[in-house]
Every structure is written in structure tokens, then in C-alpha cells.
């Protein structure tokens, strides 16, 4: 199956979600207008991204049972999978609706922001714990006599909180109005993105497949987790390389994160081996809403070779990850070809 078909099967039962979600709704005896709302707010938030979380939890899980594809799961099987693919998707939304209102953010996903539609406003706050909220709605309609539901609970709460770790420390570090470098540090970035993107994006799919593949041994999910954390590091520090390195028209999108103050790999780097000179030049220029003032700090970053330092770390992560997995022990049946295909897919990738 392919890539753009195993998307359009994941899609088709997003609808089904949503109808049984209005479903609780109308349960509850919510008026209509109340209902549309919600579903207008699943719809506009959830599908449009590129999916890879949700349809990670399917693929995770055909590795991990040896049935290679989509095609040998039952309907069934694969609905159950799908729904927690969904639900991460959900967790993904709940945390894009309330970013883009704390960052003032203008489009997500090329529309605009959930927030600035007409009407909308403040109201996404709301929605935004809705669309959370609707992960435990799924999970316990779908999941609550199974063994591992607990679990599964716990799993979504725990990532979440991790989640939001991440984003509190980020804010406060590298609030985009008030730029002091003095703040930032390859410790502190190194803390954010783990916490803030590794965990849901990396470890949340495969632990939610081990779970349904009965792979719930505590020493298991840490194989897993000890691969997938510092592999959703290298893949946030390999975005942070992309916005100042890459090409616009490679990588689908214009570099923002010099002139929006972020604690990104690229300038901590820089912080580390600048001279006292250049370090006045980034404490002048970084964070500002100008091109001239991104200018000096891209070519200062140049001068500094910090493409180059790119260059060498993703070798070395890439070669201490694969490591790992070749040790992975799979005696109990987690597999290591699952860490391989997410390292597959994070491995000098240009967009």
C-alpha cells in the first residue's frame, strides 16, 4: 500500500470519530448550534497535518505483530489502531489551537489560525481543552475493557503534562517580545525539545502500539523510549538547522525562528564558541522583526561554520542510535525494526 493510500484509509475514519463525538454531545442534550461548533472545530483542527504521529501508531504495530502492511490487519484491528492514531492527533490539535493563541500566530497549516476565525476568538481557548477532552471520550468508548486501558490513560496524560513542561519552559525562555540571550543554553534546548516535541511526537505512537501488541513489559517501553527521545531531539535540532540552512523552496516553508527569538540548536551553538564581538552582534540583531537584522545573524552563523557542526553531529547521533537498536534485546517481542523505520524516516531528510 502506498504511502498517499495508507493516508486516504486513515483519513476515512476520522468522519466516524466526529459523528460519534457530536454523538455525546447530542447525549448530553446539546443545542445544535453547540454541536455544529464542535464538529466545525474538529474538522478545521485536527486532519490537516501531515498525519505521520497517527498513522505511526498503525505501522508501528504491523511491525511489531509481523504483518508487514495495512492490508493483513482486520477492519476491526485496524479501526482500534486508527482511533489512537486519531487521538494523538486530537492531542496534536489541542496543542496547536493553544500555542497558536499564546504566540499570536497568524496560518497553521497554510489557513488561518483557529483563533482568528470570524466569531471565533477567545473562544478556542475552549475548544481547545474540547478537542483534549475528546481523546478520553474515544478511548473509553473503544478501549475500557481492555487490559490495558489504565494504561493507555495514563500514557496520554503523562506525555501530555511532558508536553506542556516543554512549552512552559520554552515560553519563558524565549518569549518572542522580550529577546535575552543570557537565557538560552544547549541544556535548556536540549530539555524543550525533548519534552516538548520528543515524547508525543516519537515515543506516544510506539508505546500506544506496543500496548494493543501486548508488549507491555516495563523494560520494553525504556528500548523504545531510550531510542525515540534522543531520535525526537535529532529531529527537532535537524528542523532548527532547516529554517536557517535549508532552501525555501525544499523545505515548503520561509525560516522564521531568527526573527521570532527562538532557542533553537543553531543559535545556542552559536552562544557556546562566539567571540565576545559576535555575541554583541547576535545580542543586537537576534529577535529582531527586520531582514537586515536576520541577515547579519545568518551570516555570522556561516561565518561560525555551524552548518558544518550540523553536519557532524547528525552523523554521530545517527551512528550512536543505530547502535542502540542493534543491542535491542527482543526476547520479550519488541522489535527493533520499528526504531529503525522512524530513524529511516528522521536520516537527512530535507523537509
Request: hydrophobic letters at 35%; proline letters at 2%; aromatic letters at 12%.
Amino acid at each position: 500500500m502506498s504511502k498517499e493510500e495508507k493516508r486516504e484509509k486513515f483519513l476515512s475514519v476520522f468522519p466516524k470519530l466526529v459523528e460519534e463525538l457530536k454523538s455525546i454531545l447530542v447525549g448530553y442534550g446539546m443545542r445544535g448550534d453547540a454541536v455544529q461548533w464542535f464538529e466545525n472545530s474538529l474538522n478545521y483542527n485536527t486532519p490537516g497535518g501531515k498525519l505521520n504521529r497517527g498513522l505511526s501508531v498503525v505501522d508501528t504495530y504491523a511491525i511489531l505483530t509481523g504483518k508487514g502492511s495495512f492490508k493483513d490487519l482486520s477492519d476491526d484491528e485496524y479501526f482500534k489502531l486508527a482511533t489512537l492514531g486519531w487521538c494523538i492527533e486530537l492531542l496534536q490539535a489541542y496543542f496547536l489551537v493553544a500555542d497558536d493563541m499564546m504566540d499570536k500566530s497568524i496560518t497553521r497549516r497554510g489557513q488561518p489560525c483557529w483563533y482568528r476565525i470570524e466569531n471565533v476568538g477567545e473562544i478556542a481557548i475552549n475548544d481547545a481543552f474540547m478537542l483534549e477532552a475528546a481523546i478520553y471520550c474515544l478511548l473509553k468508548n473503544h478501549f475500557k475493557k481492555e487490559s490495558y486501558y489504565v494504561d493507555l490513560i495514563e500514557l496520554f496524560h503523562d506525555v501530555t503534562f511532558q508536553t506542556e513542561l516543554g512549552q512552559l519552559l520554552d515560553l519563558i525562555t524565549a518569549p518572542e517580545d522580550n529577546v535575552d540571550l543570557s537565557k538560552f543554553s544547549l541544556e535548556k534546548h536540549s530539555f524543550i525539545v525533548r519534552f516538548k516535541t520528543a515524547y508525543y511526537s516519537f515515543y506516544l505512537p510506539v508505546a500506544l502500539a506496543m500496548y494493543v501488541a501486548g508488549i507491555t513489559d516495563a523494560k520494553d517501553l525504556k528500548q523504545a523510549q531510550d531510542v525515540l527521545i534522543p531520535l525526537g531531539e535529532y529531529f527537532q535540532i535537524q528542523d532548527d538547522y532547516l529554517d536557517c540552512f535549508g532552501k525555501p523552496e525544499d523545505i515548503g516553508k520561509i525560516g522564521t525562528d531568527i526573527q521570532d527569538n527562538k532557542c533553537s540548536w543553531v543559535v545556542n551553538t552559536a552562544l557556546k564558541i562566539c567571540t565576545p564581538e559576535q555575541r554583541t552582534l547576535l545580542d543586537e540583531n537576534y529577535g529582531k522583526k527586520d531582514a537586515e537584522s536576520e541577515k547579519k545573524c545568518k551570516q555570522l552563523f556561516y561565518d561560525l561554520k555551524i552548518n558544518d557542526m550540523y553536519h557532524e553531529y547528525e552523523e554521530g547521533i545517527a551512528k550512536e542510535l543505530k547502535e542502540k537498536i542493534a543491542n535491542v534485546d527482543e526476547s520479550r517481542g519488541f522489535k527493533g525494526d520499528v526504531l529503525t523505520a522512524f530513524l529511516e524516516k528522521v536520516y537527512k531528510r530535507k523537509k
